[in-house]
């Protein structure tokens, strides 16, 4: 089965169509579509869309882009919901958590710090509840590494991956797989691609960071979980194997990184 491992279908760029692009992406054989929160203004906001679209699904957690307006009682409530969540099938991870050295601001000293602190925060939240988590690692791989290492959640997605090989085996040696999406399908992208290529099947997720990350064909317009399959037949074309047993792979890679949603499928 196809799974969307990782879609803002909350955005903005949706345009209130959100339930109407679920819809069809149902109609193209995408099962589930996991909806990472980003802040505390958007935890109800996902949750509800999550409930409202048959094929999706939910996790909660504060994005590093929103760190600096974050304050600690938005951990306090992010744990307080997760435990209230737990009884929750369509919620499924901690996430989108993680670290970003990209944007000049996020790499001030003081920014840095606090980014951090609210990844470890995170994954502590996630260790507690044996949940996996969706990791934001943009130019940050090795430090978020570090943070997983010494905290150890149950596993997760590295989304988005673009690092080195070894950052690779590392991510897969802690139980996570890799996140490959839109940017695989450009030509240019030579070290996403020859990822794709060569690491473990097994090792990877699909998903569209829609509406972000814009495959080539459509770039760059406004992505969506609608083109998870043909990104799934770009790396079947990479791997020069068969589109179903992308799709089988993938799906079955998905459900290992995500285990709850094993029983949200079944139901």
């Known amino acids: 089965m196809w799974i969307d491992t990782h879609c803002h279908l909350d955005a903005h760029e949706f345009g209130g169509e959100s339930l109407a692009v679920a819809a069809r992406a149902v109609q193209d054989s995408v099962a589930m579509i996991v909806i990472p929160a980003v802040e505390r203004g958007n935890f109800e906001v996902v949750r509800a869309l999550a409930h409202a679209a048959p094929n999706a699904s939910y996790a909660l957690g504060i994005h590093p882009i929103y760190v600096p307006q974050a304050t600690d009682d938005d951990l306090v409530l992010l744990r307080r ?16 958590i993680g670290l970003d050295f990209f944007i000049p601001m996020l790499c001030e000293p003081a920014m840095r710090t606090k980014q951090e602190h609210f990844l470890r925060e995170q994954l502590r939240i996630a260790r507690d509840f044996d949940l996996p988590v969706l990791t934001h690692v943009r130019r940050s791989q090795d430090q978020v590494l570090k943070q997983v290492r010494q905290i150890r959640p149950a596993g997760g997605i590295a989304h988005a991956f673009n690092g080195s090989f070894q ?38 997720v699909l998903e569209t960071d ?22 799934g037949r770009m790396l079947a074309e990479l791997r020069g194997m068969p589109e179903d047993d992308i799709r089988t792979a993938s799906g079955q890679s998905a459900l290992a990184a995500i285990p709850r949603l094993k029983n949200l499928l079944a139901s």
């Open 167 to 204: 950052q690779a085996q590392n991510f897969i040696d802690l139980g996570f797989r890799l996140g490959f999406g839109g940017a695989m399908t450009f030509t240019r992208a030579l070290q996403i691609r020859r990822l794709a290529l060569e690491l473990p099947l097994d090792a990877i």
């Open 81 to 96: 919901l997760v435990e209230q969540a737990m009884a929750d099938p369509r919620f499924v991870a901690i996430g989108e």
């Open 210 to 231: 829609a509406p972000d990350i814009a495959p080539s064909w459509i770039h760059p317009g406004r992505n969506s979980p609608e083109q998870l399959p043909a990104i």
